[in-house]
């Protein structure tokens, strides 16, 4: 008999004990929303601990009443949102044994501003853009473009190489056409080569590489096309910009340039000019070995020469446009550089 008492004791315990657990997690939380004299259908109900970490979420009905069920012994914040209306955030609401019910009575919430006062799109162009025909180089999005000049870029574009004369070639096909602003260079090799040491990358805009051209443009380009295209100002009336640099190697190297811009109506003028000091060096390695007709080694000639070169760079660019329509445009542009050199 004594032994039966003990394990009905036990058992008493155990079942008292998990009615006070069921108590713990009975509490609830009532109320209903309105806005004036209209219930708030669907606004979201938020149960928050004092720190504001969410605790349980629930939706008022279509009579703007909610009810937040299960809710252990402790203090509380309720939040409730809707689209169009003021977040609301009531006082702290205590749930305990003794009252494990609180109801939050009528909450009404208050409408809230649908203007918004500004709007900030922060957006960054990609250095290289695949495009369906064509390959595009952001120039501005290198910073190593900065203070360097057009045929510069032109080295470190993808696909492209120049050789030391100059020679430019696409995927090791030479014959490329260089276009500037869609439009034939018309210049050879060593002018062209001159044309690109005159620019400053701070001129050029875009590069656009073509290695299989599309239909309007010349067959001739069928090793590929460059079209290098500069900037124009898009922005109404009188603008410019000026630009400076200054790089060190073992001599030093400055780059300047001027960039105005009228733009009224259908009518647009501008100006681009560009200056470079340039101060370089070339190092040339001669080593000649002479033989007899035996093969033997009778003479060696090892010559290292060493020469300095300074040059002065102009480039200018000037043109106007008329917009006749979205699709036409005629224009006059007129461009040309000077570089006279000095070696030592």
Request: positive net charge.
């Amino acid at each position: 008999m004594k032994h039966i008492a003990t394990i009905l004791l036990f058992i008493a315990s155990m079942f008292s004990n998990q009615l006070k657990a069921q108590d713990a997690n009975t509490g609830k939380i009532t109320g209903k929303t309105i806005a004036g004299k209209d219930p708030v259908a669907a606004a979201t109900v938020t149960l928050l601990n004092p720190d504001s970490t969410e605790v349980a979420n629930t939706a008022s009905d279509q009579d703007g009443k909610f009810t937040v069920k299960n809710i252990k012994t402790g203090n509380y914040l309720v939040a409730i949102s809707s689209v169009g209306y003021r977040r609301f955030v009531s006082a702290p609401v205590s749930i305990s044994a003794s009252k494990p019910t609180h109801d939050l009575g009528t909450v009404s919430l208050k409408e809230g501003s649908n203007d918004l006062s500004s709007v900030t799109v922060v957006a960054k162009k990609p250095l290289i853009e695949q495009k369906i025909d064509r390959m595009v180089v952001n120039v501005d999005a290198a910073v190593s473009n900065a203070g360097a000049t057009a045929l510069e870029v032109l080295e470190k574009s993808p696909g492209i190489t120049v050789d030391k004369d100059g020679n430019i070639s696409l995927k090791g096909k030479q014959g490329v056409q260089i276009f500037i602003d869609g439009r034939p260079s018309y210049l050879n090799g060593a002018e062209l080569v001159n044309l690109l040491k005159n620019m400053n990358a701070n001129q050029l805009e875009q590069l656009e590489i073509m290695t299989n051209p599309p239909a309007k443009y010349d067959a001739a380009g069928n090793s590929g096309i460059i079209n290098i295209k500069t900037k124009k100002n898009k922005v109404k009336g009188f603008n410019g910009s000026i630009n400076a640099g200054y790089s060190q190697g073992k001599y030093w190297r400055t780059n300047e340039s001027l960039n105005l811009n009228y733009r009224n109506g259908k009518f647009n003028a501008f100006m681009n000019y560009s200056y470079n000091k340039n101060n370089g060096f070339t190092e040339l390695s001669i080593n000649r070995i002479y033989r007899n007709d035996n093969k033997e080694i009778t003479a060696v000639f090892d010559q290292v020469a060493n020469m300095r070169w300074m040059n002065d760079n102009h480039n200018l660019k000037a043109g106007v446009d008329y917009f006749v329509n979205q699709k036409t445009t005629i224009g006059f542009v007129a461009s040309g550089f000077f570089n006279p050199e000095e070696q030592s």
